[in-house]
């Protein structure tokens, strides 16, 4: 295996680790364990951290170690700002062009209001939905800006062991809307729609905090 699929394997593994928040916020990252977990060298090791670095989801403190990357109050509302800015503008522009094959399955998901959800099938899904819009748009640096903040934002929920049924069914009525109206191509609507339901998850993710 070459040193660069030895340094993507170590980045996929412990970035994987690091959204499900096995391993938790502000906790140590022991280069030697992680060798022997991943049966690797230093090197690729060393280039996936400094890879998740600058993605924010590992802090190198030198002579102290390096760590996962804290979650503040500050760190949920700018994620949420942007989410605010960007994700109804993702949905006007995913509009014209998302493949409503791929959005089958959801619908069947979000149409049923009495299906239940734990905690990780309600992250793993409602990420999958929006990933699906964000690579719609048609614009690879606004999908790349999105993904990237879908996984802070994953980390966010699962730390905040968002279980709040309420909001559950308000997101699903949510999701099962903009879907009908990317089924119907009608633009404003979705925009509106999506508008809404960051607006929405803002309020419960603070309220949780």
Do not use: W
Request: a neutral charge; one cysteine or more.
């Amino acid at each position: 295996m070459s040193k660069k699929s030895l340094r993507d394997q170590a980045y996929e593994i412990i970035k994987n680790k690091i959204i499900n928040c096995e391993l938790v916020p502000g906790s140590p990252l022991i280069e030697k364990e992680l060798m022997e977990e991943i049966r690797s060298s230093r090197t690729p090791i060393r280039e996936a951290l400094s890879k998740l670095e600058h993605e924010n989801l590992v802090t190198i403190y030198p002579k102290r170690g390096i760590f996962v990357t804290n979650i503040t109050i500050k760190d949920i509302i700018d994620i949420y700002t942007v989410r605010e800015a960007v994700e109804p503008l993702a949905a006007r522009l995913a509009t014209p062009h998302i493949d409503l094959s791929q959005l089958d399955p959801y619908l069947q998901i979000y149409a049923d209001p009495n299906r239940k959800f734990d905690l990780e099938e309600h992250i793993r899904t409602d990420r999958e939905f929006h990933s699906i819009i964000a690579n719609s748009t048609e614009n690879l640096y606004l999908a790349q800006t999105l993904l990237k903040i879908y996984d802070q934002n994953s980390r966010i929920r699962i730390m905040s062991k968002l279980k709040v049924k309420a909001r559950h069914n308000e997101a699903r009525q949510e999701h099962y809307e903009l879907i009908k109206a990317f089924m119907d191509r009608d633009v404003e609507k979705a925009e509106m729609i999506m508008k809404e339901h960051i607006a929405n998850g803002k309020k419960t993710a603070m309220k949780i905090v």
